[in-house]
């Protein structure tokens, strides 16, 4: 995959799940993948279509029941340096402190005490939390705070991948506004490739250079969103081009799994 | 807390105490087996007097001997039942290995294991296993029987493992993976997540086992054929009609068990930390 510097690759993979109450279930479905290096690729799905599944794979979590998947030039076989996750729920650490857990990746390479602290700090001035929260612990903090906390933690060892889990699913409409905005800028500042996983069609829409349509395991519509940034939600262009995709999402969520 | 609160809430600390040393002082007027609060008293101010009656050694070095075994039966509890809690907590196959079993070693009363562990170990002590027949001379290390530390290391083992597992296996799978996304070895999940994760359950776990520890130890002590330790010296005052001397074994026991699970209680607060508090 010489060539393949920050592009995430998905060929022909299939993910199958055995379930206790439904047997076996397949998540993924021969699903063709490209997230082009620097690009901010959302995928847009129905609850269950298969997406966090497409994250945890590309993050090397599970390996795939068939196909290949390459991130940053290689086949994925684990965890891989380089790349970052951010999941619905954050998935900060109760009894870690802010400071700490956002240079938990730091400490686990062995960065030094000093370094760690000095580099956590600018992550979480990233992400506009104000200093005072380096030394609160997780339940101190309102959603949206831990929602940047979890970012800074995924930004801080500099990754050139970063694979986002429905990250904003869980704050207020404003709040998901001003993390969007931040996540954009630190984008636009770092060109990391990132895949965006959501089912919120605004929220695709306003992020993505790619969108791209998942239901059933399956890839169903790759569409370009070609709308200049700074993006304007209330601008004639915008609402069009949100209620193609909308027409697209709904048509495609609606219909039923194509047979293999 | 305003001064007027604190004294209402020491004054209702005292009551029972209180209440307990006049049921005391009037139950030991003119009796010959409660022994007035004085002579109680006396043997708990001169704790390095040996017993003129009694074929026991001093109440300070009862203390020490049953002190130091209960160090070596919970520090062997701890250490054994920590790891293999976690691996019982975190893994399918080592529970399926060993939780049938703990399960129904657990309800066996540690005390049950006495005599086996008796005929098991016999007299013997890290003292005999290092000097043989010179153990004697190396009275400390004597003390320490084998069949002892057993028993105590039953007792305590199962709630400290038990706890760990509970423990361990809360830690939620997304902390995991967050840590392993980020690059973390088995042993770097072990140390950074799992560890402090399980650490709350893990502490409960070692007061519940201390406590047990605590008791089993005085009543092994008790049993025939063991010398030294408070629980022996409550054994020969009994024997010897000193019931001063069993009265002040038991305020001792007393206050070291209280020691010791407030030393727990601490390292319990230290690591529940970071636990929002349920209201």
């Known amino acids: 995959m010489a060539g393949d510097a920050g592009v995430i690759r998905f060929e022909a993979v299939s993910k199958r799940y055995q379930t206790p109450a439904r047997g076996e279930v397949w998540a993924l479905r021969h699903l063709d993948l490209l997230c082009p290096a620097e690009q901010l690729t959302c995928v847009l799905g129905p609850s269950g279509c298969g997406k966090t599944t497409l994250l945890r794979l590309a993050a090397g979590l599970e390996p795939p029941t068939a196909g290949r998947i390459g991130v940053d030039g290689q086949t994925v076989t684990g965890p891989q340096p380089g790349v970052g996750l951010v999941s619905q729920e954050g998935a900060l650490l109760p009894w870690r402190r802010v400071i700490d857990d956002v240079a938990l990746g730091l400490e686990i390479s062995g960065v030094s005490r000093a370094e760690r602290r000095a580099r956590g700090r600018q992550a979480i001035a990233r992400v506009h939390l104000p200093p005072t929260v380096e030394r609160s612990l997780p339940h101190e903090l309102s959603g949206g705070m831990r929602q940047r906390v979890a970012l800074a933690r995924a930004l801080c060892p500099g990754p050139r991948i970063l694979l986002m889990d429905e990250p904003f699913a869980s704050v207020d409409e404003p709040t998901r506004h001003h993390l969007q905005n931040e996540l954009l800028q630190v984008w636009q500042t770092d060109g990391q490739t990132i895949l965006f996983v959501t089912h919120n069609v605004e929220e695709a829409v306003y992020l993505a250079d790619r969108l791209i349509v998942m239901t059933f395991g399956r890839t169903v519509a790759d569409l370009p969103v070609p709308l200049p940034r700074p993006r304007d939600r209330l601008a004639p262009a915008f609402v069009d081009t949100l209620l193609a995709v909308r027409r697209t999402f709904t048509k495609h969520a609606l219909a039923g799994p194509a047979a293999d | ?279």
Request: glycine share 10%; with cysteine; charged share 15%.
């Open chain 2, 1 to 279: 807390m305003n001064g007027k609160r604190l004294i209402v809430r020491v004054l209702l600390g005292a009551v029972v105490p209180l209440a307990i040393l006049v049921v005391w002082h009037l139950a030991s007027a003119g009796s010959v087996v409660v022994p007035s609060i004085g002579a109680v008293l006396d043997v708990l101010l001169h704790p390095l007097r040996e017993p003129p009656a009694l074929d026991a050694t001093s109440l300070a070095s009862g203390a020490l001997i049953s002190v130091l075994r209960v160090v070596c039966g919970f520090g062997l509890a701890a250490l054994t039942a920590v790891p293999i809690g976690i691996g019982v907590g975190r893994s399918d196959t080592v529970r399926r290995l060993l939780a049938p079993t703990m399960a129904a070693a657990m309800v066996i009363s540690p005390i049950a294991w006495i005599p086996v562990a008796i005929i098991a170990f016999g007299l013997s002590s890290p003292a005999t296993a290092i000097y043989g027949d010179e153990a004697w001379r190396y009275g400390l290390l004597d003390q320490v029987r084998f069949a002892i530390v057993a028993v105590i290391w039953l007792g305590a083992f199962f709630p400290i493992a038990l706890n760990a597992a509970a423990g361990a296996r809360g830690v939620r799978d997304i902390y995991i993976e967050a840590a392993r996304v980020l690059g973390a070895s088995r042993r770097q999940v072990l140390s950074k997540i799992i560890l402090p994760g399980a650490a709350p359950a893990i502490v409960t776990g070692l007061r519940v086992g201390g406590g047990i520890a605590w008791r089993v130890i005085i009543a092994a002590e008790i049993f025939p054929g063991t010398r030294g330790g408070l629980g022996y010296m409550i054994a020969t005052a009994h024997e010897q009609a000193s019931y001063e001397y069993a009265f002040a074994s038991i305020i001792v026991i007393g206050a070291i068990g209280l020691a010791l699970d407030g030393a727990l209680r601490l390292a319990a607060r230290r690591v529940s930390r970071w636990q929002p508090k349920e209201r």
